[in-house]
């Protein structure tokens, strides 16, 4: 009996999880939009890192370099120098090095906040703080960009990040055609939690190319033996190889949003 309780109760658990997450991506994706049209006479692929992790400079970096390609690295700047799930995360001289490279440095927040569970003011004074440490550390360098940490946000919170930053980056394991919403882009995780493999990443790949869409993929970590929210070297190798030859324009998301000609942002304002 208690066996039956107990796998009861897993279940139930597991249905509101599904329940919960369902309703957070629907309210996000439907409310707070900013639509742009995904307008472009070559596809586009974007390379995305979240939480900068050392191997996301070095090795993956590497890989890109190889084919010419630069990356967008969302960054938690309290996060610098610290040891997380996702392995050793960047220096200073790690991003200066990415920068002097031509790759790009997006916000993610200064503490990694959890977008949804997180209230608004605590979440926005998290993301100035992460750009008041990106001008202590890096001066004359700003966030352009955006990715939310961890969850969906909701519409507020959409509504106040829009001014200051070109575009802000979610998830949702899809290319952004047609239509897209600046306020939360589609990006594809490469990672073993979703248990990914090179044949749907070229099926993928194929689909952003035949719309003329622009596809941003996402990873963490870039090691042998990756967490579960990175991937292997080969692995990442094998996408970026493709990607190539696919035809699409690799370009960081910055770059990508000044091709399809998204107006700029306002700065940020300090405290």
């Not at 139930?12 to 957070?24: F, H, M, V």
């Not at 890989?63 to 010419?68: D, P, Q």
């Not at 490279?101 to 703080?129: A, C, M, N, R, Y």
């Not at 190889?241 to 370009?251: C, I, M, N, Q, V």
Request: charged fraction near 25%.
């Amino acid at each position: 009996m208690e066996r039956r309780v107990q796998n009861l109760m897993m279940y139930l658990n597991s249905l509101l999880s599904r329940i919960t997450g369902k309703y957070q991506r629907t309210v996000a994706e439907r409310f707070s939009r900013r639509m742009v049209a995904i307008e472009t006479s070559v596809p586009i692929i974007s390379f995305t890192f979240d939480d900068a992790p050392r191997t996301a400079f070095a090795t993956a970096g590497d890989i890109l370099k190889a084919h010419g390609a630069r990356a967008t690295f969302f960054v938690s700047l309290g996060l610098i120098g610290s040891e997380t799930e996702v392995g050793s995360i960047a220096s200073r001289d790690d991003l200066l090095h990415a920068i002097e490279d031509g790759d790009e440095l997006g916000s993610h927040t200064f503490d990694h906040w959890d977008t949804w569970q997180t209230p608004t003011e605590k979440f926005i004074e998290s993301v100035v703080k992460n750009k008041e440490a990106l001008d202590r550390i890096l001066p004359g360098k700003g966030f352009r960009t955006f990715a939310y940490p961890i969850s969906d946000p909701r519409p507020a919170l959409k509504s106040r990040l829009e001014k200051y930053f070109i575009c802000c980056r979610g998830g949702g394991q899809t290319p952004n055609v047609g239509m897209a919403d600046l306020n939360l882009l589609k990006a594809f995780f490469l990672d073993r939690r979703n248990k990914i493999d090179i044949n749907l990443v070229r099926k993928l790949v194929d689909y952003n190319t035949s719309c003329r869409g622009w596809l941003i993929f996402a990873t963490h970590d870039v090691t042998d033996s990756p967490s579960p929210y990175g991937c292997t070297p080969k692995f990442f190798g094998e996408v970026v190889e493709y990607a190539a030859r696919s035809g699409a324009l690799l370009l960081p998301v910055g770059k990508a949003c000044d091709k399809l000609q998204v107006p700029n942002c306002e700065p940020m304002p300090s405290k």
